[in-house]
Structures are given as C-alpha cells and as structure tokens.
Nanobody, 119 residues
Framework: QVQLVESGGGLVQAGGSLRLSCAAS????????MGWFRQAPGKEREFVSG???????DYVRSVKGRFTISRDNAKNTVFLQMNSLKPEDTAVYYC?????????????WGQGTQVTVSS
C-alpha cells in the first residue's frame, strides 16, 4: 500500500513563494518518478514537474525558471519550491508517483493541497 500526503499549500500574493512537500509511505514503493500535477478551476489537470529515478527533471514550460522540484530519498519526500508565483498558478496541486516514463504511468496520487495566488 502506498500513500502520498501533500502539504504546504496556502494563500500567497503574486510574486511570493510557497514550498510544497509530499511524503510517500510504503515499504515496497519504488517509483520510476515522483512529481506534481495541478488543476485550476475550469481547467484540465496538467503535469507541472517530475523527478525521475535517474535524476532527470521535467517541467512544464509555464513554470520553468520559477519552480524547482527536489527530493530527499532518505525521507521518501519530494518538494516543489514555487517562486514568483502568479495568479494563474492558482490550483489544487497533487503529488503523484509513477511506475514508468509515460505521464499515464502516474498511478498514485495524493489528496491535493490548495495553492491560491492573489494579485
């Protein structure tokens, strides 16, 4: 059994920063990648960032240069540092874990944490 628990969301002004964390549990959990998705009101869920077993990091274009994903393997935790936040970053952010390289391989999901950016 695998569990992903996100935290760190909140309300921040445009230009501000938030740091999300995702703690993974499960003795046999060995994901190909862990990452973050988000879903804004009226929008489709979109991939934000992921970090693979081999260390390769992926970002959606809209956050590149502003967001940084990192991990602490010893603590089975992945982070998303979000800087220079914009109102359009407002969304529920979901931690996810993948069993393969395709986006469809993100099979495990956290409960989501709300990020709201005010102008």
């Amino acid at each position: 059994q695998v569990q992903l628990v996100e935290s760190g969301g909140g309300l921040v002004q445009a230009g501000g920063s938030l740091r999300l964390s995702c703690a993974a549990s499960g003795r046999t959990f060995r994901p190909y990648a862990m990452g973050w998705f988000r879903q804004a009101p009226g929008k489709e869920r979109e991939f934000v960032s992921g970090i693979r077993q081999n260390g390769i990091i992926d970002y959606v274009r809209s956050v590149k240069g502003r967001f940084t994903i990192s991990r602490d393997n010893a603590k089975n935790t992945v982070f998303l540092q979000m800087n220079s936040l914009k109102p359009e970053d407002t969304a529920v952010y979901y931690c996810a874990a993948s069993s393969g390289p395709a986006l469809s391989s993100y099979n495990y999901w956290g409960q989501g944490t709300q990020v709201t950016v005010s102008s």
